[in-house]
């Protein structure tokens, strides 16, 4: 299919050439949008103008490496290595989407997307509009269904709200306390709490255990960190 449809442009008299290469930045940017607006949807920081300008980027230079040969008349050229670039360049791009707080990481998804419309551009690029197509739809989909099913597991952890007079510095003790009972941390982050005096919540997301082994543990944290309130959610 994609033999055609470049066959057929090129068969265009004059213009066939920037016909087929104005067809292949707009599939980059439609196949990127369609990522970019679900990461745009869910409030990431690279969103929707982040995602197509990296599959734009892409698509330029996949488009310079294959076809600069034939403006400069050089005949052999590894129209790959511009592209192996691309791949590598966008990890650094990709790597500021990552947040770290506590032993929870964000934006590994976002990263991981940014990646693809990269390689989404470079398909486009090099005219393997297919290939673009079926990655980009099936990474939407993915992103959808997969959002939905993490909900879902998410709904069935137990939750824990601890409040401190005093900033943690670490969460060690929590998670040695969770470690001696036998519980799996899913998620553990801090924040401030507004007011005249300084407070700050710990919150702690484990995965789903047996209703004794939550109470040992949830009796054993309060032991151990004195709260001034503390909180079971199960939801």
């Known amino acids: 299919m994609d033999r055609i449809i470049i066959d057929g442009v ?3 008299p004059a213009v066939g050439n920037i016909l087929l290469l104005v067809i292949e930045v707009l599939l980059s940017l439609v196949f990127a949008s369609l990522i970019g607006y679900q990461r ?6 690279a969103g929707l103008r982040t995602h197509i ?6 698509c330029l230079i996949m488009q310079v490496s294959v076809n600069a040969p034939a403006f400069t008349g050089t005949s052999v050229r590894d129209t790959a290595r511009l592209a192996a670039q691309v791949v590598s360049g966008i990890g650094f791009l990709g790597a500021g989407t990552i947040i770290q707080n ?6 590994l998804t976002t990263a991981a997307t940014i990646w693809i419309c990269g390689g ?6 090099a005219g393997y509009f297919s290939a673009a197509l079926i990655t980009a739809v099936t990474a939407f989909v993915s992103l959808i269904v997969l959002s939905r099913l993490e909900k879902y597991i998410t709904r069935k952890s137990p939750k824990i709200i601890i ?3 005093q900033e943690p510095h670490n969460f060690k003790e929590i998670l040695d306390v969770a470690d001696h009972y036998g519980i799996a941390v899913k998620d553990i982050h801090s924040d401030q709490l507004k007011g005249k005096k300084p407070k700050f919540r710990i919150s702690v997301m ?3 255990a047996t209703s004794d082994e939550v109470a040992k543990f949830s009796e054993e944290l309060q032991d ?5 309130d503390f909180s079971l959610i199960r939801k």
């Open 10 to 12: 090129n068969s265009v």
């Open 40 to 45: 745009e949807k869910r409030g990431h920081g």
């Open 53 to 58: 300008m990296v599959a734009l980027g892409a």
């Open 102 to 107: 506590g032993t929870n990481i964000r934006g």
């Open 120 to 125: 989404i551009g470079l398909a486009c690029g």
């Open 163 to 165: 409040i401190l007079d």
């Open 206 to 208: 484990i995965m789903p």
């Open 224 to 228: 151990v960190l004195k709260p001034e």
